[in-house]
């Protein structure tokens, strides 16, 4: 399980330089359509389409580091009014439905993979197939995450139970 998890820090670790790499690239085609617009009163056609597939490639390779690090949203004053040994339970279930949720997530990219073989982007003319293909990767991850994190949980409980 440790080699798995060594892995899968190495896989976070390119997500991360790919997350660095479009946020330059999303940052830079932002301000040169901004200057070109303002100075050169031109507008580019195809740096708002780019700029916004950047953005939701950094999101969706960003949501398994937030799964990871366990920054989900939550209610954090149920944590604070209920005892120890009930949040190792509350936790082991929000590690179970975020599994749940992230392998339906990736399972339903496969169909939206598919059908967005026929279909391109308006401006940039690149097949749609490569952004929900970057969809299906981001909640991949997610579920690869999620997994470790419902590991933990359940080790947590056992250990509170021995």
Same mark, same amino acid.
């Given at each position: 399980?440790?080699?798995?998890?060594?892995?899968?820090? =190495?896989?976070?670790?390119? %997500?991360?330089?790919?997350?660095?790499?479009?946020?330059? @690239? &999303?940052?830079?085609? $932002?301000? !040169?359509?901004?200057?070109?617009?303002?100075?050169?009163?031109?507008?580019?056609?195809?740096?708002?389409?780019?700029?916004?597939?950047?953005?939701?490639?950094?999101?969706?390779?960003?949501?398994?580091?937030?799964?990871?690090?366990?920054?989900?949203?939550?209610?954090?004053?149920?944590?604070? =009014?209920?005892?120890?040994? %009930?949040?190792?339970?509350?936790?082991?279930?929000?590690? @179970? &439905?975020?599994?749940? $949720?992230? !392998?339906?997530?990736?399972?339903?990219?496969?169909?939206?993979?598919?059908?967005?073989?026929?279909?391109?982007?308006?401006?940039?003319?690149?097949?749609?197939?490569?952004?929900?293909?970057?969809?299906?990767?981001?909640?991949?991850?997610?579920?690869?995450?999620?997994?470790?994190?419902?590991?933990?949980?359940?080790?947590?409980?056992?250990?509170?139970?021995?």
């Amino acid at each position: 399980m440790e080699s798995m998890r060594n892995l899968f820090e =190495k896989v976070q670790s390119a %997500a991360r330089g790919i997350i660095a790499i479009c946020m330059i @690239l &999303m940052m830079s085609v $932002i301000f !040169v359509q901004t200057a070109t617009r303002y100075v050169v009163f031109y507008s580019i056609p195809w740096s708002e389409e780019l700029s916004r597939y950047l953005y939701v490639t950094l999101t969706l390779l960003g949501l398994n580091l937030a799964v990871t690090s366990k920054q989900l949203v939550r209610i954090d004053i149920i944590d604070h =009014k209920i005892s120890k040994n %009930a949040l190792k339970y509350l936790n082991l279930i929000r590690e @179970l &439905m975020t599994l749940i $949720i992230t !392998v339906l997530f990736f399972y339903s990219s496969f169909g939206m993979i598919d059908v967005s073989q026929y279909q391109s982007s308006p401006a940039l003319g690149i097949s749609m197939q490569i952004m929900y293909t970057v969809l299906g990767i981001g909640f991949l991850l997610s579920a690869v995450a999620s997994l470790f994190n419902f590991c933990d949980a359940f080790k947590a409980l056992h250990a509170c139970e021995e």
